[in-house]
């Protein structure tokens, strides 16, 4: 079993940047791909983007091309979603998960599950 961890939420203004920290322990493979997610209220969970752990290869959802990027620190098992020029659209509950296999995208595709880390963007 994987235990993730979320942090690097809050409140920002619009056209700000956070980046929020995904922490992975337990039974962690190296072969894993990570994924990050996202809730806004009322809303199905939305996929933002994933990593591979081997190779660090990337793919990303439509919504946040060219705005957001992910990355991963092996040693630390950690993997990061950088958000530039926020706006309130992006306020959502983030959430981070592993992925079933490679370019997966459909919540159902993914397991393990953080408790998630709220952005709130401020217009």
């Known amino acids: 079993q994987v235990q993730l961890v979320e942090s690097g939420g809050g409140l920002v203004q619009a056209g700000g940047s956070l980046r929020l920290s995904c922490a992975a322990s337990?039974?962690?493979?190296?072969?894993?791909?990570m994924g990050w997610f996202r809730q806004a209220p009322d809303k199905g969970r939305e996929f933002l983007a994933a990593?591979?752990?081997?190779?660090?290869?990337?793919y990303y959802g439509d919504s946040v091309k060219g705005r957001f990027t992910i990355s991963r620190d092996n040693a630390k098992n950690t993997v990061y979603l950088q958000m530039n020029s926020l706006k309130p659209e992006d306020t959502a509950i983030y959430y981070c998960?592993?992925?079933?296999?490679?370019?997966?995208?459909?919540?159902?595709?993914?397991?393990?599950w953080g408790q998630g880390t709220q952005v709130t963007v401020s217009s």
């Open positions: 337990g039974r962690f493979f190296s072969s894993t791909t």
């Open positions: 998960a592993v992925a079933r296999f490679y370019r997966a995208r459909r919540p159902a595709d993914f397991g393990s």
């Open positions: 990593i591979s752990w081997i190779g660090g290869s990337t």
